[in-house]
């Protein structure tokens, strides 16, 4: 018999693998409690932008094998294996995961079920979870259904979701049992059978794997952005440096880039909510270092505005600013906690006058900060800037000619935020060009 499949929760997550599941070949419903998103997605739309999920949606939309619902019931009586990817955000009274969405998704499954059943937790939770949710569910399944859990962690870059599911560079399965592990390894089948790497182990395994992983790189941005604070101070070279150390395997170069810091949906509330949860389990010295790792990813920001500052004479009150990208990262439109919106509204707050272009994050950092002037090209965002600012490194401002940004700013100055452009060639046609990890002469007067 076919595995029939539903996902609860059709957010980021949810709605990628939804499409994911279909695109291996199952009948996929999948719940949400909005039902103007869930009208969206039933008619192709994507409330976000992710590359090739589009294509995905459309294709099982028609396909049948794709559908929506805020039918819990109905998801209940049609699935198998009910995969759970509800969002858990920063709780508003402190820095711990908020559970709530989790636990009503649970309920509202376990209302419904009446025979055998498999619940997967693939949102980000702090260890612990699953054996709660196990009591949890032993306390309040439906006499007669048999509910197993198992926990089976994303690991998700947004701009490379659907590869990441569908090519991941590994499987991990929290089990508590032989029969929830044979349903995964069914579900995923297609996958393994290319040789992906998969890792069985218990629930709370599987739980930290997920924050293990954030926590680390976020680690190691903030440890080459500290090497930053040293060269803006005594000079050096933050590229070479992170080039050189990036040739030892046991480093390797991949997020060793000085820059604005990390942001997003993931490894600000991550690296937050790991040690609120270590806190909690009073070993609060453990993570210890996670809150220095956080505080150097935000003085990255307070950085920028001072280059910016700098380069303009110490004033910023009516100076012209242009930005260019406010997304935490190219190809998306995710504005949570990204370090460049957070520029350009200390910019803005700080008096200056500031125009932004991204070429997917407009109306999303609108949203969230409406008073900044945004624009439709980086022509526009530069238009007579006393200083520009490369905040997002997509591919159309790598691609960034010192002659073409010439000429339309009002002065040939320029931070690269993200130190991905030539600055000798920049130089070479008379700009002002600096950037993270870089000695700016100008602070020394």
């Known amino acids: 018999m076919s595995l029939r499949i539903s996902v609860i929760g059709t957010g980021y997550l949810g709605a990628t693998h939804a499409a994911c599941m279909a695109e291996l070949g199952y009948d996929v419903i999948g719940v949400d409690v909005d039902k103007e998103k869930l009208a969206a997605l039933a008619a192709g739309i994507l409330p976000f932008h992710e590359p090739g999920l589009p294509e995905l949606l459309r294709k099982h939309v028609g396909s049948g094998r794709l559908r929506f619902t805020d039918s819990y019931e109905l998801a209940a009586n049609e699935a198998d294996i009910h995969f759970i990817t509800v969002g858990t955000p920063q709780r508003a009274d402190g820095h711990g995961a908020d559970m709530q969405y989790v636990d009503d998704s649970v309920d509202s499954l376990l209302e419904h079920i009446t025979g055998e059943a498999l619940i997967v937790g693939k949102s980000t939770v702090p260890v612990g979870t699953a054996r709660r949710l196990a009591a949890r ?9 048999e509910v197993a859990l198992a926990w089976n962690p994303e690991f998700l870059r947004e701009g490379f979701a659907v590869k990441d599911t569908l090519s991941p560079d590994r499987l991990v399965y929290g089990v508590d049992g032989q029969q929830p592990l044979a349903l995964l390894r069914r579900v995923y089948a297609p996958i393994l059978s290319a040789g992906t790497p998969e890792v069985v182990t218990d629930w709370e395994t599987a739980e930290l794997v997920k924050v293990a992983a954030n926590a680390f790189l976020a680690t190691k941005i903030s440890f080459i952005n500290a090497f930053a ?3 803006e101070t005594v000079g050096g070279d933050i590229k070479t440096l992170a080039d050189a150390i990036g040739h030892d ?4 170069r991949k997020f060793l880039n000085a820059g604005v810091g990390f942001g997003g949906g993931c490894l600000p509330k991550d690296i937050r909510a790991l040690q609120a949860r270590v806190s909690e389990l009073g070993l609060s010295h453990t993570m210890g270092f996670l809150a220095e790792v956080d505080q150097i990813n935000l003085r990255r920001r307070d950085r920028v505005v001072s280059l910016a500052q700098s380069m303009l004479g110490g004033q910023l009150p009516g100076k012209r600013v242009g930005v260019l990208g ?6 998306s439109d995710d504005v949570r906690d990204s370090p460049a919106l957070d520029v350009a509204v200390r910019l803005f707050n ?9 070429p997917q994050g407009n109306a999303n950092a609108a949203g969230r900060f409406p008073r900044l002037n945004y624009v439709e090209s980086w022509q526009e965002a530069a238009q007579d800037a006393d200083v520009v600012l490369l905040l997002t490194e997509w591919q159309e401002f790598r691609q960034l000619q010192p002659e073409e940004l010439a000429e339309v700013v009002a002065e040939r100055r320029l931070i690269d935020g993200r130190n991905v452009l030539d600055r000798a060639a920049w130089r070479e046609i008379g700009w002002d060009i600096t950037g993270p990890g870089e000695k700016y002469p100008q602070e020394e007067l």
Not at 249 to 252: D, E, F, H, L, T
């Open 137 to 145: 569910i032993a306390d309040r399944a439906r006499p007669g259904s």
């Open 229 to 231: 604070e040293v060269t």
């Open 249 to 252: 395997a046991r480093i390797g």
């Open 326 to 331: 406010v997304t935490f990262k190219p190809d």
């Open 350 to 358: 700080a008096g200056a006058e500031v125009s932004v272009y991204d």
